[in-house]
């Protein structure tokens, strides 16, 4: 079945590092996304790792994929007030042409200066 | 900016009603994907199109319905309003149907009086 998990709620100071964690249960997923809301916008992509892949690392950003525990995570170096948010973990299946995402509750990430 | 277009972004109708809420996607993209966001059941996938025709379904009521234009626009039709359909509905396009990165319009949200 499908299911993604997240905890709901993470805070941390000014020039921490942040990491959010999923737990996801389908294992033939393909595509593993991290996507930011901010209060009253949209969702922003903010990347995505294939599951062949252990990690990827896009700036600030460093997602890790544990394919034998199901577990992603996403780290955020030196954390700003700007990167306030709820994060949400994704996860698409399906056959190609067919890639719907299932997301989990999000993380709200609070930033103290 | 996504380049995911919807309209309206509020609309605020009683129960009974029917609305129709519209999506551009971005320019190339032709999967065209309907999510609702709402606080008891968090994101979830209704309905994708691909190049016009119905790809995919996910939690769509009997009560909603989509279609994509020849122009790639899509609309959401939801009738017979109930006050439990009131939430953040989001259009996100990618570029073909199997395409691993989808893009959020910045929601439509509607409330149910």
């Known amino acids: 079945g499908e299911d993604v998990e997240q905890s709901l709620f993470l805070s941390v100071r000014e020039g921490d590092s942040s990491v959010i964690n999923c737990t996801y249960t389908?294992?033939?997923?393909?595509?593993l996304y991290w996507y930011k809301q901010e209060p009253g916008a949209g969702l922003q992509l903010l990347t995505y790792?294939?599951?062949?892949?252990d990690m990827k690392q896009d700036q600030r950003l460093t997602v890790l994929l544990n394919k034998k525990d199901k577990h992603l995570s996403l780290r955020i170096a030196d954390t700003q007030t700007g990167d306030s948010a709820i994060y949400f973990c994704?996860?698409?299946?399906?056959?190609?042409?067919?890639?719907?995402?299932?997301f989990g509750s999000g993380t709200r990430l609070q930033v103290q200066p | 900016d996504s380049g995911v277009t919807q309209t309206p972004k509020h609309l605020i109708t009683a129960t009974g009603q029917r609305v129709t809420l519209r999506c551009s996607p971005r320019s190339g993209d032709l999967s065209v994907y309907w999510y609702q966001q709402s606080l008891d059941q968090g994101l979830q996938f209704l309905i994708q199109y691909y190049n016009g025709e119905e790809r995919a379904k996910g939690n769509i009521l009997e009560r909603f319905s989509a279609q994509q234009f020849p122009d790639l626009h899509s609309e959401l039709n939801l009738s017979s309003l109930e006050l439990g359909d009131s939430a953040l509905y989001f259009c996100a396009s990618s570029l073909v149907g199997g395409s691993y990165e989808q893009y959020f319009g910045p929601g439509t949200r509607l409330t149910v009086t």
């Open positions: 994704a996860e698409s299946m399906g056959d190609t042409g067919r890639r719907a995402l299932t």
């Open positions: 790792i294939f599951s062949n892949m």
């Open positions: 389908d294992s033939s997923s393909t595509y």
